[in-house]
């Protein structure tokens, strides 16, 4: 089951990765010509090896200065490319409350809290839908918690994430050990963002939107996922109903319905619903 919000999530975060594997193949890359250089030439500055690249003279840094300047912009990348990944999916917590609210209006019951994943844990709750794992709400807040010390320019890691690395650190890294190659959440080490690390967090934030979907999804009505594709596909389109028009909308619903939702939708619950609306 899926909603239709996971197409637009999912392929953003897989083009931060691409991206981020393209940033890995550029510096591949400067590190291999820097090699070819002498050791004479070390102490020449980027204009002077680098003529026909209009950023040189910007950088103007000696050759042998190079891989320290380029670590320091790893760094910042892949801090960059994490808080980026985690702001998606962050509006994918907000934009999945308004798709609860919408599919299950009657039921829905909004709560605050200042921290972003627990108001929508809160709010599942209230509203009587089942929960995803508590570990997948405990990844986000480590990774929003990380996200900050990078965004706030914090030079010591915050009481909040500490206590969150003592406390939950052990049982992530066993909810996560069939996806973890390089992250430790027991680590204290986290102001900066390691290569290794970096790759399993945006993994990381993908396979949390793709759990929380699923899990939305089973928690959205029928009677509010026919209304959605009903209004979607009919209400501009108004026609005369008969027998035949209603025929060929139940459908159309079933079809896309499972194309959106990826469930059986069932002629009993769309008939009402496609009888009126788009109705001429």
């Known amino acids: 089951m899926k909603t239709p919000l996971i197409k637009k999530y999912i392929d953003t975060l897989a083009s931060l990765n691409d991206q981020l594997c393209f940033f890995q193949f550029n ?5 291999k010509r820097l090699k070819e250089f002498g050791s004479e030439e070390g102490d020449l500055f980027t204009p002077d090896l680098f003529q026909d690249n209009i950023m040189a003279p910007r950088i103007n840094v000696k050759i042998k200065d190079l891989p320290t300047f380029q670590e320091l912009n790893q760094k910042f990348t ?28 009657s039921s829905f019951v909004s709560r605050n809290d200042n921290q972003l994943e627990e108001k929508y844990l809160l709010t599942l709750t209230s509203s009587g839908c089942s929960l995803p794992p508590r ?15 990078f965004t706030h320019l914090s030079e010591t890691i915050s009481p909040q994430l500490n206590t969150l690395i003592v406390n939950q650190g052990a049982d992530l890294n066993l909810y996560w050990t069939s996806a973890l190659t390089d992250l ?3 680590n204290t080490d986290v102001l900066n963002f390691e290569e290794g690390e970096s790759i399993d967090l945006i993994k990381l934030l993908r396979i949390i939107v793709e759990t929380l979907d ?19 596909q009919f209400e501009l389109k108004p026609q005369k109903i008969n027998a035949d028009i209603i025929e060929q909308r139940i459908r159309k ?3 896309i319905g499972k ?15 496609v009888k009126i609306i788009g109705k001429r």
């Not at 510096?27 to 590190?31: A, F, H, K, S, V």
């Open 27 to 31: 510096r591949n890359e400067l590190i």
């Open 78 to 105: 892949f801090a960059s490319y994490i808080s980026t990944s985690y702001e998606v999916t962050s509006y994918y917590l907000r934009d999945s409350l308004n798709v609860l609210s919408l599919f299950n209006p």
């Open 259 to 273: 194309a959106v939702f990826g469930v059986n939708l069932v002629d009993k619950d769309i008939e009402p619903i």
């Open 184 to 186: 430790d959440f027991q």
């Open 214 to 232: 699923f899990n939305l999804a089973q928690n959205l009505s029928a009677i509010g996922m026919i209304t959605y594709l009903a209004k979607e």
């Open 135 to 149: 570990e997948i709400i405990d990844t986000i807040k480590y990774i929003r918690l990380r996200r900050n010390l």
């Open 253 to 255: 619903i079933k079809k």
